[in-house]
């Protein structure tokens, strides 16, 4: 009959659809965050084959980079196409097998999410859990790992559902004593907080481009010691996922051979942008970074407190410099002062996840964000909100 559109079910896109516009807003919650405007600029460089010269050369730069915001020389360091979960699963499936025993340490939903994919993958799972806004001693992991006796441990370096910060170096030794492999969540805090980890003895660590690293969602690193390495090697079955085996997209990425096998068709502009992400990384330093989102935590922690608000983690040192949680006030509707935020200022913080739903704020600092001005901007804009809603601050900011 012709293109007449008779045999069509659903009709076309009108020829009138105008160019998508999407406003500015200042993301300051849990992630994604702002992207520098340098990575921006990257993502619109002309589209490159996935397998030309010029890109891999650039998968090269990320392999490279990687390996410095981790701070680790193993070859096995690459970016997974997909959001953190993608990482996530990635690190789960490549270690994990049936009957592989594996202890996971939960701070909050991150743990959770790696049990759940664990039990998946056939694991023999046991949890292990802290009190809210607290973190794991060293005493409390060696004696899981004696009676347990599990081949992986995995624990959360910053968890973005609790706003706490877990100290990962005395983890790495007791693994090693007892013939276990460390695999670390550093989703929250990859090029934000201080994490060696070679240093470390982290066998597996994963993290999201969208936070401290500053690019958008969609480019996630990860990398395997070589004892993770070695322990794929011996591995019984295939891993469970072809999109995320670890071995087979080493052959993408150039690991171990100069010869580059086709695995997926790679997403190419977000690589460009974390490209350069890790370039802008690189160029400040990772002890100035470390130091600026700390300076800009502890500006926001004593505004918050010098307004009368409470902070959910109590112990100082047990914080996340990245992302913040503040009690919402008695009587105050959380959703009320995070709508009154966009109406009025354009300006995203987020409510509490899992366990803190409805308990909390999230606020967070990441990244190209993560600057006093915007430290200055939120704390007007909260007590702003706060008084729209008859709740009076303590300060005068």
């Not at 240093?199 to 070589?226: H, I, M, N, R």
């Not at 935590?297 to 992302?323: C, H, I, Y």
């Amino acid at each position: 009959n012709g293109w007449n559109g008779s045999f069509f079910r659903s009709p076309p896109m009108p020829f009138t659809l105008p160019p998508v516009v999407v406003p500015s807003k200042l993301l300051l919650g849990p992630g994604p965050s702002n992207p520098n405007p340098r990575v921006v600029a990257a993502m619109s460089q002309p589209m490159l084959g996935h397998l030309h010269p010029e890109y891999t050369k650039i998968m090269d730069d990320v392999k490279a980079g990687l390996q410095f915001a981790f701070q680790t020389r193993n070859p096995l360091t690459f970016a997974v196409d997909g959001s953190g979960h993608a990482a996530m699963e990635a690190s789960v499936l490549n270690m994990v097998e049936h009957g592989v025993k594996m202890a996971v340490f939960c701070h909050g939903l991150w743990g959770e999410r790696v049990l759940d994919m664990a039990e998946r993958a056939g694991a023999v799972v046991k949890r292990v859990d802290t009190a809210p806004g607290t973190v794991f001693s060293p005493q409390t992991v060696q004696a899981v790992l004696r009676e347990f006796r599990p081949k992986i441990m995995f624990i959360t370096h910053g968890d973005s559902t609790l706003g706490v910060v877990q100290p990962i170096q005395p983890l790495g030794n007791l693994c090693r004593e007892y013939d276990c492999m460390l695999m670390v969540d550093t989703v929250c805090t990859l090029g934000g907080v201080p994490f060696l980890m070679d240093e470390w003895k982290v066998d597996v660590a994963y993290s999201g481009s969208q936070k401290c690293l500053g690019a958008p969602t969609g480019s996630s690193p990860v990398s395997f010691s070589e004892r993770a390495h070695q322990h794929m090697l011996q591995r019984k079955t295939k891993v469970a996922s072809f999109y995320l085996d670890a071995l087979l997209l080493a052959e993408y990425w150039a690991v171990y051979s100069s010869q580059r096998k086709y695995h997926h068709t790679g997403l190419i502009s977000n690589t460009y942008a974390l490209r350069e992400s890790l370039a802008v990384l690189a160029e400040e330093g990772l002890d100035a970074c470390w130091a600026r989102h700390r300076s800009c935590a502890e500006q926001l922690w004593a505004g918050l407190e010098a307004m009368g608000l409470s902070l959910f983690v109590k112990n100082k040192e047990d914080r996340l410099p990245t992302v913040t949680l503040v009690e919402v006030p008695r009587g105050i509707k959380w959703d009320a002062v995070t709508q009154f935020l966009m109406s009025n200022y354009n300006l995203e913080i987020s409510g509490g996840l899992g366990p803190t739903t409805g308990k909390v704020w999230r606020i967070g600092l990441m990244g190209f964000n993560s600057k006093p001005t915007n430290v200055v901007v939120l704390l007007h804009a909260l007590k702003d909100a706060l008084a729209s809603l008859g709740y009076r601050t303590l300060s005068k900011l």
